[in-house]
C-alpha cells in the first residue's frame, strides 16, 4: 500500500558508488523494471516492477522506479504526480507502475480519470513513455521534439514541454526552466545532460532529470562529516555548445535558477534520490544550487 512514511531506498550507497557507471544508459537498456520485488508486492503481483513512493507534500508523491545499467546496476528513475490547484493530477515523466502502485495511484485520481496531462521532460527518457500514455489514453501527451520524433505514431499535442507556451499552460501551478548554453538534445546520444526542470510552487519542489544529481554518499564518507551532494551532470562539458559565451550563458542560467526557485525547499532527482526538507541535514537548496555551479567553474571558463 502507499506509505506516506516511506523513507529513500535502502541501496543509495551503491548507487553512490555506481554514479560512474551511469553516464550514459541509453533507452535500450532500460526495461519496465528489475527482478528485485517491489515494496508494493504481497507475492501475487508482479515481481518484475519495482515501484513505491515518497510523499512530498500532500499534493506531491514521487514515484521511484527501477532502471538498470546493463542489466546489472539499478540506478532507478522517477516521474511525479502532482494535484493542481483545480483538483487535476499531471504525471512529470513517465514511468510504468507496478499492479499495486497503480491501484493506488487510481485511488487518487478517480481511476485515472482526473489525470489530465503527462509532461515528458528529457529528451532521453523514453522508456515507459508508451505505456504510460496506454495507461492514461485521455491524458494529455507531451514531450519533447525527440519524444515526438521518436514515437510519430502516439498522439502528442503540438506544444513541446521545452517551449514557452507549455509553459504558460501550467503557469497557474509550474515554472519551468530550460538550461541556456548547453544543447538541449546533443547529437551525441551518450549526453543526458539536459533536461526541463520544473518547479512545483505549492509545496516547494524542484523535479529534476539528469541535469542535477542529487547523491547520499556511502557510509564511511559520512563517518567523517561528508553527508551527501547535489552536483551538475559530469557530461556537462560535452553539452555546452561549441561556441563563444557558452559557458558565460550556462553560469547566468544556473544563477538564475538558484536566485529564481531559493524557496525551493525539496529536490527529486533521476537516477538518484530525492532531498526533502524534513531530511535535509545541510545547506538550502538555493546555496547547494550555486556550490555545485562553483565546482563547475573550471569547465565553464
Not at 527501477?66 to 493530477?89: E, H, M, P, W, Y
Not at 495507461?135 to 521534439?145: C, D, N, S, V
Not at 536566485?259 to 545547506?283: F, M, P, S, V
Request: charged share 25%; aromatic share 8%; proline share 4%.
Amino acid at each position: 500500500m502507499y506509505r506516506p512514511d516511506l523513507p529513500t531506498v535502502g541501496n543509495t550507497d551503491k548507487r553512490a558508488q555506481a554514479l560512474a557507471a551511469m553516464f550514459q544508459p541509453t533507452e535500450d537498456l532500460g526495461t519496465s523494471g528489475s527482478v528485485r520485488r517491489s515494496e508494493y508486492e504481497n507475492g501475487t503481483e508482479e515481481a518484475h516492477l519495482q515501484t513505491f513512493m515518497l510523499r512530498i507534500a500532500d499534493d506531491f508523491l514521487n514515484i521511484r522506479g527501477s532502471f538498470k545499467v546493463g542489466g546489472l546496476i539499478d540506478i532507478g528513475t522517477q516521474c511525479s504526480l502532482v494535484r493542481r490547484a483545480n483538483g487535476k493530477f499531471v504525471f512529470l515523466d513517465s514511468y510504468t507502475l507496478s499492479a499495486a502502485a497503480q491501484r493506488d495511484v487510481d485511488a487518487l485520481t478517480n481511476g485515472g480519470k482526473d489525470v489530465e496531462a503527462i509532461l515528458n521532460l528529457h529528451p532521453f527518457h523514453t522508456v515507459h513513455v508508451r505505456a504510460m500514455h496506454q495507461r492514461y489514453p485521455k491524458a494529455k501527451l507531451y514531450g519533447t521534439a525527440r519524444h515526438l520524433s521518436r514515437f510519430p505514431d502516439l498522439p502528442w499535442q503540438k506544444t513541446r514541454t521545452e517551449q514557452t507556451r507549455l509553459h504558460k499552460l501550467f503557469e497557474e501551478d509550474f515554472e519551468f526552466s530550460v538550461p541556456r548554453g548547453v544543447d538541449f538534445i546533443s547529437a551525441n546520444e551518450n549526453v543526458h545532460f539536459s533536461s526541463v526542470l520544473v518547479l512545483h510552487r505549492a509545496s516547494r519542489t524542484i523535479h529534476v532529470d539528469d541535469t542535477l544529481l542529487y547523491v547520499r554518499l556511502p557510509l564511511p564518507i559520512r563517518v567523517l562529516g561528508f553527508r551527501d551532494i547535489l552536483l551538475f551532470h559530469p557530461t556537462l562539458r560535452q553539452a555546452l555548445q561549441k561556441r563563444k559565451g557558452a559557458g558565460q550563458d550556462f553560469r547566468d542560467w544556473a544563477e538564475e535558477l538558484a536566485e529564481g526557485w531559493r524557496d525551493a525547499e525539496n529536490l527529486c532527482a533521476a537516477h538518484t534520490t530525492a532531498l526533502t526538507a524534513a531530511q535535509n541535514r545541510g545547506a538550502l537548496l538555493h546555496d547547494r544550487i550555486l556550490a555545485a555551479l562553483d565546482k563547475v567553474s573550471g569547465t565553464l571558463r
